[in-house]
């Protein structure tokens, strides 16, 4: 069984800093890439940063420079730090593998995201 649980959105000023989490149960979550999406209203799902087992990460041209993602395999879990935030950051992040996204019963199974809101 696979689960994905996301944690530490919220309300934050421009140019203010977040620290997403994400814990991830299920074994294949430790042994491939892993990613962050982010999916604000009206917009298609996008991957915003990805780490491979071996260390290796890549960001979207947008929050590169400003987003840092890492994981703790000992425990299961992926941050994301996330600084300089901007209002086109506002969104709800999911984790999920970095690639083909893991399915249950053939469908595509999400965690139930992170609400960031970046406003004054």
């Known amino acids: 069984q696979v689960q994905l649980v996301e944690s530490g959105g919220g309300l934050v000023q421009p140019g203010g800093s977040l620290r997403l989490s994400c814990a991830a149960f299920g074994s294949i979550f430790s042994i491939r890439p892993m990613g962050w999406y982010r999916q604000a209203p009206g917009k298609q799902r996008e991957l915003v940063a990805s780490l491979t087992t071996g260390g290796r990460t890549n960001y979207a041209d947008s929050v590169k420079g400003r987003f840092t993602i890492s994981r703790d395999n000992a425990k299961n879990t992926v941050h994301l730090q996330m600084n300089s935030l901007k209002s086109e950051d506002t969104a709800v992040y999911y984790c999920?593998?970095?690639?083909?996204?893991?399915?249950?019963?053939?469908?595509?199974?999400w965690g139930q995201g992170t609400q960031v809101t970046v406003s004054s």
């Open positions: 999920n593998l970095a690639g083909p996204i893991v399915k249950l019963s053939g469908r595509e199974y």
